[in-house]
């Protein structure tokens, strides 16, 4: 095996040390931004769905009652008792 020499000072590998963790953090921070703008939006997603979800349980519950009423009305239930 052929050694690799390198004859660069303790000064000059720090100061690239320090570039390269400069550069990586900056990049995992970039990546991270990005990832969590992207769960925000499939979360975003996800809630309008659920709120649609709601108005149509809310709206089923209504369409419910009022054919319980119209049921109690024709067993002879005064409307007023049913609603």
Do not use: C, F, N, Y
């Amino acid at each position: 095996m052929t050694e690799r020499q390198d004859d660069r000072s303790i000064g000059e590998l720090l100061a690239e040390l320090s570039r390269e963790t400069s550069t990586l953090v900056r990049k995992e921070l970039e990546l991270a931004r990005t990832e969590i703008s992207a769960k925000a939006q499939q979360a975003a997603v996800h809630a309008g769905m659920a709120a649609g979800g709601g108005v149509l349980v809310h709206a089923g519950a209504l369409v419910l009652l009022a054919a319980l009423v119209a049921g109690l009305t024709q067993l002879g239930i005064a409307p007023w008792l049913s609603r």
